[in-house]
């Protein structure tokens, strides 16, 4: 790996694991290695195997586009932070988020009136949805 690419992504790794709150110790854990190696892997001072790379970036819920060499410098913590939230919610979770999303974008066009009907189509979806999930629990 050339060195600015290894420190790239070392940096991105440790941003994650940092957002993510979670230790080098825990992350060597999580992917059978030495944490000096994930210390060693985050300041660039070695090149990890691919599969070593994989792993990583895969308990950390990285967006495997942090290896993409043409945009490395396109790196957005946040986006990673998001699809981290994203990759572990719920239906429900995600029906609510885009709801969410939706009324943000369109909030500047948006009456007060058609506001709360997107909330009252949200809160009423997302009772369907757990009246579904219990339904379905009561059934196994």
Same mark, same amino acid.
């Given at each position: 790996?050339a060195? &600015?690419?290894? !420190?790239?992504?070392?940096?991105? /790794? @440790?941003?994650?694991? *940092?957002?993510?709150?979670?230790t080098q110790?825990e %992350?060597a854990?999580?992917v059978?290695?030495h944490?000096k190696?994930?210390?060693?892997i985050e300041?660039g ?6 599969i070593?790379?994989? &792993?990583?970036i !895969?308990?950390?819920?990285?967006? /495997? @586009?942090?290896?993409? *060499?043409?945009n490395i410098?396109?790196?957005?913590p %946040?986006?990673?932070?998001i699809?981290s ?13 885009r ?5 943000i974008?369109?909030s500047?066009r948006?009456t ?6 997107i909330?009252?189509?949200t ?6 949805i757990i009246?579904d ?6 059934s196994k």
């Amino acid at each position: 790996m050339a060195d &600015n690419l290894r !420190t790239s992504i070392g940096e991105r /790794i @440790r941003a994650q694991r *940092i957002a993510l709150n979670i230790t080098q110790e825990e %992350l060597a854990e999580m992917v059978d290695m030495h944490g000096k190696q994930i210390y060693r892997i985050e300041t660039g001072k070695c090149s990890p195997s691919f599969i070593n790379v994989l &792993n990583i970036i !895969t308990a950390l819920k990285m967006d /495997i @586009r942090v290896l993409d *060499i043409k945009n490395i410098n396109n790196f957005n913590p %946040l986006r990673d932070e998001i699809y981290s939230i994203l990759s572990d919610a719920t239906d429900e979770e995600l029906y609510l988020y885009r709801n969410v999303i939706d009324a943000i974008r369109k909030s500047r066009r948006l009456t007060t009136k058609e506001l709360q009907k997107i909330k009252k189509a949200t809160i009423s979806k997302h009772n369907e949805i757990i009246a579904d999930n219990s339904i379905n629990k009561k059934s196994k």
